[in-house]
Structure formats: C-alpha cells, structure tokens
C-alpha cells in the first residue's frame, strides 16, 4: 500500500537525523560538564565563547540546507554521479569559507571577546578558548555540506554514526586533555576541535567510496562551488532574519526585567528541544521533496507535502498538550523557584497552544528547502519580520512586566511570527511556482 510506504520513508529519514541533530548540542554539554569542574570563571569564558561559536555555526548551516536539496534533484533523476560531484562541490565552499572565518576569527578573538564586558580573567579564559576553536571551524563547515550530501543521497545513518563517534571522541579527547594533561580550558578547546577533524576524516572515507563507485569528480568544479554559493547566500539571508528576530525578543525581555529575560531563557529552551523532532521531520521533507522533483514525480512530492505537513501538525498536538500539562512544574525543573515557575507558566501555555502551528512552519520550511526554493525563503524571512517588529516595539512601549509581560512576549514569538511565517510560507506551497521539476 503507497501510505504505509511513504510513512516508512520519513521514518527512516527522521528517526536516525533527528539522532545526529541531538548529538550536535552534547559537545556543549560535554564541554560545560568538564570545563565546570575547574571552576567558575573557567565556566564563564566558555559561556562566552560558546556564545560567539554558536552564534557563527548557526549562521553557517545553511552548507547543509543548500546541499542537500541539490544533491537529492540529481540523485531522483538518476544522474547519481553528477549527485555526489555537487555534494563534494558544496564541501570545497565549506572549505574556501571556513578557512576564512578561522583565520580571521583567531586574528579577531581578543576583540570579539572584549565586547562582552568581562572581568580580565573571565575574558582570558573565553580568548583561549574561542581562538583555538576557530581551528575547528573548517571542520564543522564541511560536516555540515557533507552531511548535507549523504541526506541528499537519502542517507541519514551515516551521519548519525559519525556524529556518535564524534561525540563519544569529544568527551574522551576532553577529559584526557583537561584533566589527563592538565591543559584546562585549552584542552577542551583542543579536544573538540580534534574530533571534529576526526569526522571530517570519516566523511572524506565514506563520501571518497561514493565518489569512486559513481565515477564521481573530487575535485571542485567552478561552476558547481558557484551554484552552492548561490543558492547558500539566499538561505544564509533567511538564517539571518531568524537570528535577528531570536535576538530582538531577547532584547525586549532584557528591557522587561532579569525574572523575565529568565523566565523567556526557559520557555524559549522548550520550544527548542521540541524543535529537535521537527527538524528531523524537516530534513526527511527536504530530501524526498529534492528526490521527487529530480524525478520529475509531482504527485509524488504532493503527497510528501501532504504526508509531512500532517504529522507535524499532529506532533504538535502531541507536544503542545504535554507542554501544557507540564507547564506548572517546567519552571521548578529549571530553578527550583516556585516564583519563576508561576512567572513562566502563562508563556509555556502560549508555547503548547502554538505548537501544531510550529509544527507545520518547521516543514513547510524543510519542503521549500528541499525545493531549492531558497531566493524565496529569504525573501519572506524579511516579510515576516514586519509584523513581528511593531508587535516586539508595542511590548516595549507598553511594558507589561511579571507573568503577562512574559505571556505576551511569547504570543509576539510564538504567535505573531510563527503566523507570519506560516502565512509565507503556506501561501508558497499551495502555488505552482516552487514545483521545479527536472535534475
């Protein structure tokens, strides 16, 4: 029967990325973990300089975003060598790119660092770390357009295994390094960044095989590296229209007051990890939409819209109902607080009524991916901005404060712009003009 069939191949496209997506965040944990154990300021540097990385890997993601739908058109048409020679395409611009974030990173670290304000010891510790992890920059770039390719080849276990190696090589190389060789925080620094080479050596193998049985060229073609370019500049500007909404309702909560900077950290953690299953079902959407329009199967990439979008309307009934019962006791979890538990549970309830409609956002994003719409997801991240801004200046302006300053922080977040994302998005799909058939 087709549905039970579709149904298992977003399954076993979901189920091992959404592993590798969870692996992603415990190299921080991990660093945190161990680094937390030499103490305070230590920990404080870290921060920092997490926040710093953070801030540039999420901006680089769109390596993998822009080659997996690139990949997968070529592979749905059957030209599987032509495939693996974009993917590789896409792995030499993580190269040229990473180079020169690393480069100019490690020049720039002590000025980064300086613009957080910090105590000298602090600020020591957070310069260590950040300019040797620059190093690992490169690396981090090409896991993500190698990635990308074996998603595009409809592969998600090899990465997930790679990200578990890699993982387990992180906490090993960490501990060893701290606390083996005494090196501190320069060892978690230098333990991180070994691993992550280690899983671009595991990447050059197993992508290297690909390259070999389907006669596939390793060597960068212009024109190639250009198309990856292109189409990764218009995602790059969609990512960035995310990042600046992210950090302008962090600003609203800051001007708020420190309970509800606080309280919006918790629900706003929440809706991340939610997030974790709907990019998986998002990366499942993105390579079996690029597949079918390589193949020129239009009903086919209707049905994995349809498919894809109803189950991430459902997950998020399903989460938003249990966000909804946990919501009184999230905030105990996260500080023990009653206070902050009764300040964040009106913005959690927000959260979980929001959630179907998160749901449907985080795929209907992962559908335009997959379509290599990308021009377009750029130019609506900037229109869902418009609502959201006079939504974000109105909180500040009016400064509602306790538990209905972080609700309507919340509804502004989770309501007006995941609407407005929605509506962009939504208005996409139910046209013509995306379904780009052909390799």
Not at 61 to 69: I, K, M, Q, R
Not at 84 to 102: E, N, R
Not at 225 to 243: D, Q
Request: charged share 10%.
């Amino acid at each position: 029967m087709p549905a039970p069939t579709l149904n298992r191949e977003i399954l076993r496209l979901a189920v091992p990325a959404l592993g590798a997506l969870v692996a992603e965040p415990l190299f921080l944990i991990v660093d945190s973990a161990l680094v937390g154990h030499l103490g305070i300021v230590p920990l404080a540097g870290l921060g920092i300089a997490s926040a710093v990385l953070q801030t540039i890997v999420g901006l680089m993601v769109f390596l993998a975003y822009s080659t997996t739908p690139a990949v997968a058109r070529r592979f749905g048409a059957g030209e599987k060598g032509d495939a693996v020679s974009v993917g590789i395409d896409g792995m030499w611009l993580a190269v040229l790119i990473g180079a020169v974030l690393a480069a100019a990173g490690a020049l720039l670290s002590p000025a980064i660092v300086g613009l957080f304000g910090a105590s000298d010891a602090v600020a020591e510790q957070a310069r260590i770390y950040l300019e040797l992890s620059m190093w690992g920059l490169p690396a981090m770039l090409i896991v993500f357009a190698a990635t990308g390719l074996l998603r595009g080849m409809q592969d998600t276990v090899t990465p997930l295994w790679i990200a578990g190696l890699g993982f387990a090589a992180n906490a090993l190389l960490n501990w060893l390094f701290i606390y083996g060789f005494g090196w501190g925080i320069a060892g978690s620094a230098l333990g991180t960044v070994v691993a992550q080479w280690g899983m671009v050596a595991a990447y050059v193998v197993v992508v290297g095989r690909l390259a070999r049985t389907h006669a596939a060229s390793v060597l960068p073609q212009r024109e190639g590296v250009r198309g990856s370019a292109r189409s990764g500049g218009w995602l790059f500007l969609r990512t960035v229209s995310l990042r600046a909404a992210l950090l302008a309702t962090v600003a609203v909560a800051t001007l708020l007051d420190t309970d509800e900077l606080a309280g919006w950290q918790v629900a706003f953690t929440i809706f991340s990890t939610a997030a974790f299953a709907l990019d998986a079902l998002a990366i499942a959407a993105q390579a079996l939409i690029g597949r079918g329009l390589g193949a020129a199967d239009e009903t086919f990439v209707r049905r994995v819209l349809g498919r894809t979008v109803a189950w991430g309307a459902w997950f998020g009934v399903i989460v938003g109902g249990a966000i909804a019962a946990l919501s009184g006791v999230i905030g105990l979890v996260f500080t023990g607080d009653a206070a902050v538990a009764a300040l964040v549970q009106p913005a959690l309830v927000v959260l979980a009524v929001a959630q179907p409609v998160c749901g449907v956002v985080f795929v209907l994003d992962g559908v335009l991916m997959g379509a290599g719409d990308a021009r377009y997801l750029a130019i609506a991240g900037g229109l869902n901005l418009v609502p959201f801004v006079p939504a974000l200046i109105a909180i500040e302006m009016l400064h509602p404060t306790g538990a209905a300053g972080l609700a309507w922080l919340a509804v502004a977040f989770f309501g007006v712009y995941m609407l407005a994302r929605l509506a962009t998005l939504g208005w996409r799909v139910r046209g013509a003009a995306w379904l780009t058939v052909g390799g």
